[in-house]
């Protein structure tokens, strides 16, 4: 295998592998490097055509998996049929100076098998936040510099939803929405009616609606509906790397693709004060190879991509790579997961659902605090809401004949409503992860050590998405309201960001509004790591603007000799 | 029985070592090779039983011709922490004593409304056979709910939709 490429990228999750795409479309030869095995779309799906009684303990983890994995089993998809996506409690130990629980997919495609798919895009009452707001540093983009990327990212990931003409949350290139039922409309026209600032809109998820041809051009199919995205889909209705973006880079001739592969460091060269390759240890063979390029991309995931960069030290940056201001693996957010809400309605009980909906149903973007300042905590929350028609259950006690006949003919219930809040998290300096001095993992990796909590404000805004959603929902009619404080640990969202954020001074910052590092301009991390502030959307999407947005400068600045 | 169990008795044999009934002293005491729970023969047909009585066979099976029992117990071995797999075991040891009192006859000899009348009573009779029971009825009804017969004969299951429709009207409920 030839050790030199004109750019290799680091990590082949949901930035990484748009980093692939980009860049060898642009003709240049690219080493995507990842840590964990091969998973090839389609072939290394092995639990996609299951159906629920093929599963031995009927989706459920056993004893033994749940005690040895406290951390992973937190997590939702964790469940017989995609354990085989998720990294295992053991496999990869960090050090926890406060709980965190670090939700990891090391393998090709990374997270992007096992995201939610929820896909807004920032507007700029989030862009200027930070500085609106006074905390962390101003971002160095708005939302103009971002929207045609979102655009080019839109169009070949395929996103379905409305055009709703919101402020607070730009409208895209769409595919047709998934539709709200309903009492979500229900829900929707109560707002409308007795909220006039706050919305409902069908949920903007990654789904191929109604592909186009360049969908089917990367082999991909209308979504099926089937909802079990976790396991991989083998319609390709869903967007991941490994069904869209690897294939396509691959297509070009141009990508090679490495897996097994830890990247220890970024190798500086002082002489050239540019970053020359990387090292790599195969996990295999724990062999110690060098990979030059003249650009990296970093995208190993958030915390990851902090870890490399800490870890990559030189005479030159003795603190890690473009770290001279001290402020890498700092200023680590997330979002609040922790609140929901619950209810029942017992209006429209002649209506019911028939399939399933893959966006989850709808979304209430931010409304606290939007245009000014009006609670007594900063920033605001964006919410998941959606309802269904329950069964009705059957007599505690029915046993025998009775039961059976019950439990073959459901009937159906009233409609269950629910809601989760997404927060918006302050950065701050208290907020951060280094590296354990002593300890190493199998590839002579330093362990991270994680701490980060929630504050105060996070508190503050959970109280309020409770009585808000508690009015919205009793002025909806909904009755037998619950709210529900779900403790959580950070990083169960699966949405930190941060550590090398983005800004325009480098004394106060690791990135500039490229998201090349200040001190090292050939190296650029797009992935959550570069994020200054976190907004309430789901990330996923502005990941992906901003690393076609950055490959295409980086393009720009090979061609100019300035890399 | 599940890959690691097999793998144990394939390290059992390799290994040369003689392959006997793990009985002991006692009649047959290990009826099956569940990893944590020790049965004896007799419970597990006593659960083979409770699971039929909760689902009996009509014009469609019953819920011993699915193993339900099986399932149960197969879940209550792997998916349950010790204290549940104990009240489990303990509260199904204490179940023929209330066929006893109530119609002094063991469970099986019983008539279906005797044997519904006992599974009742076992909500109230022990904490053990209250836990005991909730758990038999959870998993007996995920187990057939669940089964390969009832998610493609009864109530079959799609796997593949390819459709969401947010407003069904439903059709005049014949009660």
Same mark, same amino acid.
């Given at each position: 295998?030839?050790?030199?490429?004109?750019?290799?990228?680091?990590?082949?999750?949901?930035?990484? &592998?748009?980093?692939?795409?980009?860049?060898?479309?642009?003709?240049?030869t690219?080493?995507?490097?990842?840590?964990?095995?091969?998973?090839?779309?389609?072939?290394?799906?092995?639990?996609?055509s299951?159906?629920?009684?093929?599963?031995?303990?009927?989706?459920?983890?056993?004893?033994?998996?749940?005690?040895?994995?406290?951390?992973?089993?937190?997590?939702?998809?964790?469940?017989?049929?995609?354990?085989?996506?998720?990294?295992?409690?053991?496999?990869?130990?960090?050090?926890?100076?406060?709980?965190?629980?670090?939700?990891?997919? *090391?393998?090709?495609?990374?997270?992007s098998?096992?995201?939610?798919?929820?896909?807004?895009?920032?507007?700029?009452?989030?862009?200027?936040?930070?500085?609106?707001?006074?905390?962390?540093?101003?971002?160095?983009?708005?939302?103009?510099?971002?929207?045609?990327?979102?655009?080019?990212?839109?169009?070949?990931?395929?996103?379905?939803?409305?055009?709703?003409?919101?402020?607070?949350?730009?409208?895209?290139?769409?595919?047709?929405?998934?539709?709200?039922?309903?009492?979500?409309?229900?829900?929707?026209?109560t707002?409308?009616?007795?909220?006039?600032?706050?919305?409902?809109?069908?949920?903007?998820?990654?789904?191929?609606?109604?592909?186009?041809?360049?969908?089917?051009?990367?082999?991909?199919?209308?979504?099926?509906?089937?909802?079990?995205?976790?396991?991989?889909?083998?319609?390709?209705?869903?967007?991941?790397?490994?069904?869209?973006?690897?294939?396509?880079?691959?297509?070009?001739?141009?990508?090679? /693709?490495?897996?097994?592969?830890?990247?220890?460091?970024?190798?500086?060269?002082?002489?050239?004060?540019?970053?020359?390759?990387?090292?790599?240890?195969?996990?295999?063979?724990?062999?110690?190879?060098?990979?030059?390029?003249?650009?990296?991309?970093?995208?190993?995931?958030?915390?990851?991509?902090?870890?490399?960069?800490?870890?990559?030290?030189?005479g030159?940056?003795?603190?890690?790579?473009?770290?001279?201001?001290?402020?890498?693996?700092?200023?680590?957010?997330?979002?609040?997961y922790?609140?929901?809400?619950?209810?029942?309605?017992?209006? *429209?009980?002649?209506?019911?659902?028939?399939?399933?909906?893959?966006?989850?149903?709808? *979304?209430?973007?931010?409304?606290?605090?939007?245009y000014?300042?009006?609670?007594?905590?900063l920033?605001? *929350?964006?919410?998941?809401?959606?309802?269904?028609?329950?069964?009705?259950n059957?007599?505690?006690?029915?046993?025998?004949?009775?039961?059976?006949?019950?439990?073959?003919?459901?009937?159906?219930?009233?409609?269950?409503?629910?809601?989760?809040?997404m927060g918006?998290?302050?950065?701050?300096?208290?907020?951060?992860?280094?590296?354990?001095?002593?300890?190493?993992?199998?590839?002579?990796?330093?362990?991270?050590?994680?701490?980060?909590?929630?504050?105060?404000?996070?508190?503050k805004?959970?109280?309020?998405?409770?009585?808000?959603?508690?009015?919205?929902?009793?002025?909806?009619?909904?009755?037998?309201?619950?709210?529900?404080?779900t403790?959580?640990?950070?990083?169960?969202?699966?949405?930190?960001?941060?550590?090398?954020?983005? &800004?325009?001074?480098?004394?106060?910052?690791?990135?500039?509004?490229?998201?090349?590092?200040?001190?090292?301009?050939?190296?650029?991390?797009?992935?959550?790591?570069?994020?200054?502030?976190?907004?309430?959307?789901?990330?996923?999407?502005?990941?992906?603007?901003?690393?076609?947005?950055?490959?295409?400068?980086?393009?720009?600045?090979?061609?100019?000799?300035?890399? | 029985?599940?890959?690691?169990?097999?793998?144990?008795?394939?390290?059992? /044999?390799?290994?040369?070592?003689?392959?006997?009934?793990?009985?002991?002293?006692k009649?047959?005491?290990?009826?099956?090779?569940w990893?944590?729970?020790?049965?004896?023969?007799?419970?597990?047909?006593?659960? &083979?039983?409770?699971?039929?009585?909760?689902?009996?066979?009509?014009?469609?099976?019953?819920?011993?011709?699915?193993?339900?029992?099986?399932?149960?117990?197969?879940?209550?071995?792997?998916?349950?922490?010790?204290?549940?797999?104990?009240?489990?075991?303990?509260?199904?040891?204490?179940?023929p004593?209330?066929?006893?009192?109530?119609?002094?006859?063991?469970?099986?000899?019983?008539?279906?409304?005797?044997?519904?009348?006992?599974?009742?009573?076992?909500?109230?009779?022990?904490?053990?056979?209250?836990?005991?029971?909730?758990?038999?009825?959870e998993?007996?009804?995920e187990g057939?709910?669940?089964?390969?017969?009832?998610?493609?004969?009864?109530?079959?299951?799609?796997?593949?939709?390819?459709?969401?429709?947010?407003?069904?009207?439903?059709?005049?409920?014949?009660?």
């Amino acid at each position: 295998m030839q050790n030199t490429f004109d750019a290799i990228v680091i990590g082949s999750g949901i930035s990484g &592998g748009w980093a692939a795409k980009e860049l060898t479309e642009k003709g240049l030869t690219t080493l995507v490097l990842e840590r964990g095995r091969d998973v090839k779309h389609l072939v290394d799906y092995p639990t996609t055509s299951l159906m629920p009684y093929e599963f031995e303990h009927r989706g459920r983890l056993t004893q033994e998996i749940q005690e040895a994995n406290p951390i992973a089993s937190r997590c939702y998809a964790f469940r017989e049929d995609a354990l085989h996506f998720f990294v295992k409690d053991a496999e990869h130990p960090y050090i926890q100076e406060k709980p965190f629980d670090w939700i990891r997919g *090391y393998q090709v495609g990374g997270k992007s098998l096992l995201w939610a798919r929820q896909t807004q895009r920032w507007s700029d009452f989030d862009f200027e936040g930070p500085v609106r707001d006074g905390f962390a540093v101003d971002w160095p983009i708005r939302y103009a510099d971002l929207a045609p990327w979102y655009s080019h990212v839109e169009r070949f990931a395929g996103i379905a939803g409305n055009r709703d003409g919101l402020d607070s949350l730009p409208d895209g290139d769409f595919l047709p929405a998934w539709p709200l039922n309903i009492v979500e409309d229900h829900f929707k026209n109560t707002l409308k009616q007795k909220f006039n600032t706050r919305h409902l809109i069908s949920a903007r998820a990654a789904h191929l609606s109604q592909p186009q041809p360049i969908h089917l051009e990367q082999g991909r199919a209308k979504c099926q509906n089937r909802v079990l995205c976790q396991r991989g889909c083998p319609f390709g209705g869903y967007f991941s790397s490994n069904a869209s973006t690897l294939p396509w880079a691959a297509k070009t001739g141009k990508l090679t /693709l490495r897996p097994h592969s830890v990247v220890h460091s970024i190798i500086y060269d002082e002489k050239k004060g540019k970053a020359t390759g990387v090292r790599v240890i195969d996990t295999q063979t724990k062999q110690e190879i060098v990979y030059n390029a003249r650009i990296i991309f970093v995208n190993a995931a958030a915390l990851n991509t902090n870890l490399i960069l800490l870890n990559s030290t030189s005479g030159r940056f003795p603190q890690g790579l473009g770290n001279d201001n001290g402020l890498l693996g700092k200023y680590i957010a997330f979002h609040n997961y922790s609140a929901t809400i619950s209810a029942e309605y017992e209006g *429209y009980l002649n209506y019911t659902t028939d399939g399933r909906n893959p966006a989850g149903g709808g *979304y209430v973007p931010r409304f606290r605090n939007l245009y000014k300042q009006e609670t007594d905590f900063l920033r605001g *929350y964006a919410a998941g809401f959606n309802a269904h028609r329950s069964t009705s259950n059957p007599r505690p006690d029915a046993i025998g004949e009775d039961w059976k006949k019950q439990l073959l003919n459901p009937q159906p219930g009233l409609w269950r409503v629910g809601s989760h809040m997404m927060g918006e998290t302050i950065p701050k300096a208290t907020n951060f992860i280094a590296l354990d001095k002593e300890q190493k993992d199998d590839w002579g990796v330093p362990l991270l050590r994680v701490n980060v909590a929630y504050d105060e404000n996070d508190e503050k805004m959970r109280r309020d998405y409770h009585e808000q959603f508690t009015a919205m929902f009793a002025a909806a009619g909904f009755t037998n309201i619950k709210t529900h404080i779900t403790p959580r640990n950070p990083g169960l969202d699966i949405h930190e960001m941060g550590g090398v954020r983005m &800004g325009h001074d480098p004394k106060t910052s690791l990135l500039n509004k490229w998201n090349q590092l200040h001190a090292c301009s050939n190296v650029f991390v797009t992935d959550g790591a570069c994020m200054t502030s976190t907004a309430t959307q789901n990330p996923s999407l502005t990941y992906m603007a901003l690393t076609a947005r950055a490959a295409n400068h980086a393009m720009e600045e090979l061609k100019k000799g300035n890399l | 029985m599940n890959r690691r169990t097999l793998l144990k008795h394939a390290i059992i /044999l390799g290994g040369g070592m003689v392959f006997i009934p793990a009985c002991g002293g006692k009649e047959e005491k290990k009826a099956s090779a569940w990893k944590h729970l020790s049965l004896t023969a007799g419970e597990e047909a006593l659960v &083979g039983e409770m699971v039929e009585t909760l689902i009996p066979a009509t014009d469609t099976p019953g819920a011993k011709a699915l193993e339900i029992d099986r399932f149960v117990l197969m879940m209550v071995d792997d998916c349950y922490p010790k204290d549940q797999q104990a009240g489990f075991v303990k509260g199904l040891q204490q179940s023929p004593a209330v066929a006893e009192k109530l119609f002094h006859r063991s469970f099986d000899k019983c008539s279906t409304e005797e044997k519904i009348k006992i599974l009742q009573a076992l909500s109230t009779h022990t904490a053990e056979t209250g836990q005991f029971y909730k758990l038999l009825r959870e998993l007996t009804r995920e187990g057939y709910l669940k089964s390969k017969f009832v998610m493609t004969k009864l109530l079959p299951y799609e796997l593949v939709p390819g459709r969401y429709n947010g407003y069904v009207l439903l059709k005049q409920q014949t009660a």
